[in-house]
């Protein structure tokens, strides 16, 4: 059951997500983009991370997910991300759960100029999959491999790895949720 409240007024718009560079460039350079990241939860509790190919955070271990696009929902948005990092096609909508909202200020991006930087706004959903589900997933699009790490990990100030504070921030919220019986 989803938490997540869709408003749609009037009629619903199509889907605007391709921007030609240069205007895209314009947009970075003057405006926040709007970014959807889901935490993908396995039956046993692990999270999906993967190895990012782009900047910002290249190299660094992060959720599925990217920009929203113009009249896409958070949902939506989520769902097009995991295929395109995954290749599973979830169909499901009501499987998500909203669990937190996060800014981040980057230092540096894949456009150029690189160290303008960008501002990215954006959300945290929750999915949970199935172990068939698991077994059809294999890296495509922005993500070098995929990593299931528990939670206890990701959590942990020992990693080895590159865990980004939004995503641990946001484990902890999940966890706020499930007490609370809401997903």
């Not at 929203?68 to 097009?80: G, Q, Y």
Request: glycine content about 6%; overall charge negative.
């Amino acid at each position: 059951m989803t938490n997540i409240p869709e408003y749609i007024y009037g009629e619903r718009r199509e889907v605007v997500g391709w921007i030609p560079e240069d205007q895209y460039v314009s947009i970075l350079d003057n405006m926040p983009i709007f970014c959807v990241d889901t935490l993908v939860e396995d039956s046993k509790g692990a999270f999906l991370l993967g190895e990012r190919l782009n900047r910002p955070f290249k190299g660094m271990f992060f959720t599925v997910g990217g920009k929203k696009s113009r009249n896409e929902t958070w949902v939506e948005a989520s769902c097009r991300h995991i295929k395109k990092d995954t290749s599973l096609d979830v169909l499901e909508s009501n499987r998500f759960t909203y669990v937190s909202t996060y800014q981040i200020f980057n230092d540096e991006r894949e456009q150029n100029p690189i160290e303008k930087g960008l501002d990215t706004p954006g959300v945290f959903l929750h999915i949970k999959i199935t172990d068939e589900e698991k077994s059809k997933m294999y890296p495509v699009g922005d993500l070098k491999e995929l990593f299931w790490i528990a939670k206890e990990e990701i959590l942990s100030d020992k990693t080895e790895k590159k865990y980004m504070a939004p995503i641990v921030d946001a484990i902890k919220a999940l966890d706020i949720l499930k007490e609370r019986g809401v997903c």
